[in-house]
């Protein structure tokens, strides 16, 4: 290793390796590095690619490590490529696997070259529950689904440490924080165009909540209940993203985007999330914007163009009556939740100490209905790993919650992102879902900690 170290100081000696450097620095400073990831992502979705997406990643990713850029321009290639994906898992098996190689490689490399930090309550809640799915092996029935599961949980926990321990530009978390809501603007963008174009290859001339309320629609990389949980991740980071700068009035723009597509997919545990929280969340932005009155007369407006909205085109239309009929034959599926707490219940009490087996949900409901979750966090806990589990699990959201409520501004928007992911997953499965995992393993390391003075 340090022969390759002293090769590339050589190496980076010659003026024309100097020069492209400094190119590439500059080029991955711009927006436009992050716009062309996701303009990739959604290509290599539209088009059901397999290897463009991570072909480009795997060039972004080399060119980041052999220029020595700062590591941080790794978070747009690991979210933009998690939105890319739309064919069968089994035709993504062999990139996701060379590339989940490559870039396991690349972390742990980078996590023993630099002696990391460990001292994290959320890492350790994160090993606590790695430790309690280890221990739920032994009651498994689908060793091989229960180990994928185990697995995953390592790649969060080498994630979450990574960021926790990435030097910054300037090693400043608060420029990560930043940066990270620059992202998800991208995101929010890229996700908006997805439902569109997919609406525009298979909804044509149906009514669009008609057609988002059938059982069929599948992303690819993510179902209508999914799309909504990366909604209410998003939105807070965005309104967040809002209060460095209100002359950005287009970040309100997507907001209200955001808040249409995720009524869109349809998701009642979204819904009541975003009920419950959605003057939290404006009070919350009005305490932090500036210009307060700017503010809360724009809202005003936004309220009185959604009203014309509606009455002008919305109920004409019968998109009103549409999401309203479709509330009231979803109902709240009483019998179907019942069941699917019953099966969860009776695998916690045949296994209470470890649980049935890590990530083993969709064995045991498949006997009586086709599901993959249990559709309430608690449940899942309790079953999948047990008393263990449950303890380890809760410490990790003791955890998570007690680094959110310290005073800072970035921590009070995720707090309310974990209020809204909790609440959420008392109705549909949020903690366990594998996207919301990756972005949570990529925003709570970057939580303000007790050392951290100015309020930002």
Request: with cysteine; charged share 15%; glycine share 4%.
């Amino acid at each position: 290793m340090e022969r390759i170290h002293n090769f590339k100081n050589k190496l980076f000696e010659n003026e024309k390796i100097k020069s492209l450097q400094d190119w590439f620095i500059k080029f991955f400073s711009y927006d436009l590095y992050i716009a062309l990831l996701f303009l990739v992502a959604i290509v290599n979705w539209k088009f059901k690619l397999v290897w463009m997406i991570f072909v480009v990643c795997l060039l972004f990713i080399l060119i980041i490590y052999f220029f020595r850029i700062s590591k941080e321009k790794l978070i747009p290639i690991a979210i933009s490529a998690i939105i890319s994906l739309r064919l069968e898992k089994v035709d993504y098996i062999f990139p996701i696997i060379v590339g989940f190689i490559i870039v396991l490689f690349l972390l742990i490399y980078d996590l023993i070259r630099k002696k990391p930090i460990f001292n994290n309550g959320i890492l350790t809640g994160f090993i606590l529950v790695f430790i309690s799915q280890v221990f739920s092996l032994i009651n498994t029935p689908v060793l091989k689904t229960s180990l994928e599961g185990v697995f995953m949980w390592v790649f969060y926990i080498l994630l979450f440490l990574y960021i926790l321990n990435l030097d910054f530009k300037d090693d400043n978390k608060n420029y990560g924080r930043y940066f990270l809501s620059k992202i998800f603007v991208y995101l929010s963008i890229a996700i908006f165009i997805e439902i569109i174009l997919y609406y525009l290859e298979y909804g044509i001339g149906q009514n669009i909540i008609s057609f988002y309320a059938s059982d069929s629609i599948d992303f690819g990389w993510a179902t209508t209940n999914e799309v909504a949980m990366i909604y209410i991740l998003i939105l807070p980071i965005l309104l967040y993203y809002y209060t460095f700068d209100q002359k950005k009035y287009y970040l309100l723009l997507i907001v209200a985007i955001d808040v249409l597509m995720l009524h869109l997919m349809l998701s009642r545990g979204a819904y009541l999330a975003m009920i419950l929280l959605v003057i939290p969340l404006i009070l919350k932005t009005l305490h932090d914007v500036k210009h307060k009155t700017n503010f809360v007369i724009t809202i005003i407006y936004s309220s009185i163009i959604i009203l014309i909205g509606l009455i002008i085109v919305a109920i004409p239309l019968g998109y009103v009556k549409e999401f309203f009929d479709f509330l009231s034959k979803k109902g709240l599926t009483i019998e179907e939740r019942q069941l699917i707490s019953r099966i969860g219940f009776n695998v916690f009490q045949r296994n209470p100490l470890f649980g049935g087996g890590a990530n083993s949900s969709s064995f045991y409901l498949s006997i009586a209905i086709d599901k993959n979750y249990y559709d309430n966090f608690i449940i899942q806990t309790l079953a999948e790993t047990g008393i263990i589990g449950f303890v380890s699990f809760g410490y990790l959201l003791i955890q998570a919650f007690r680094y959110a409520l310290m005073k800072n501004k970035f921590n009070s928007y995720i707090l309310i992102i974990l209020i809204a992911l909790a609440i959420q997953g008392l109705i549909e499965t949020t903690f366990y879902n594998i996207i919301v995992m990756i972005l949570l393993a990529i925003i709570l390391p970057l939580l303000a900690t007790d050392e951290e003075k100015i309020i930002y």
